[in-house]
Nanobody, 126 residues
Framework: QVQLVESGGDLVQLGESLRLSCVTSGFVFPRYAMSWYRQAPGKEREYVATITSPKRTIYADSVEGRFTISRDNVKDTVYLQMSSLKPEDTAVYYC????????????????????WGQGTQVTVSS
């Protein structure tokens, strides 16, 4: 069955960096775009970034220039490198598998994804 397992979340200080990983299994990883979302307490789940296959990247305005999404199609893993972290980046971060073969059908709506990981907590202290 399809599995997505995130790791790498931690408590860090303002301005520090962190790398999240999402190891996947149960599907042909190179065929699908993958994304990261985040959800802060009391808020809706928020789009963060997408990487297609081949490796086109798209970012939310709030993280553009600070976060980098990447993927390893041999390890079936997607990463999120986060730098210059701010307290407003505090959230549970989720990776998600796009349900379509192409992001042309959508990539910013929650319903564009058919599988989600369990999430990893990132806390940024000021």
């Amino acid at each position: 069955q399809v599995q997505l397992v995130e790791s790498g979340g931690d408590l860090v200080q303002l301005g520090e960096s962190l790398r999240l990983s999402c190891v996947t299994s149960g599907f042909v990883f190179p065929r699908y775009a993958m994304s990261w979302y985040r959800q802060a307490p009391g808020k809706e789940r928020e789009y963060v970034a997408t990487i297609t296959s081949p490796k086109r990247t798209i970012y939310a305005d709030s993280v553009e220039g600070r976060f980098t999404i990447s993927r390893d199609n041999v390890k079936d893993t997607v990463y999120l490198q986060m730098s210059s972290l701010k307290p407003e980046d505090t959230a549970v971060y989720y990776c998600a598998k796009n349900r379509y073969g192409s992001i042309n059908y959508g990539y910013t709506r929650l319903n564009d994804y058919d599988y989600w990981g369990q999430g990893t907590q990132v806390t940024v202290s000021s």
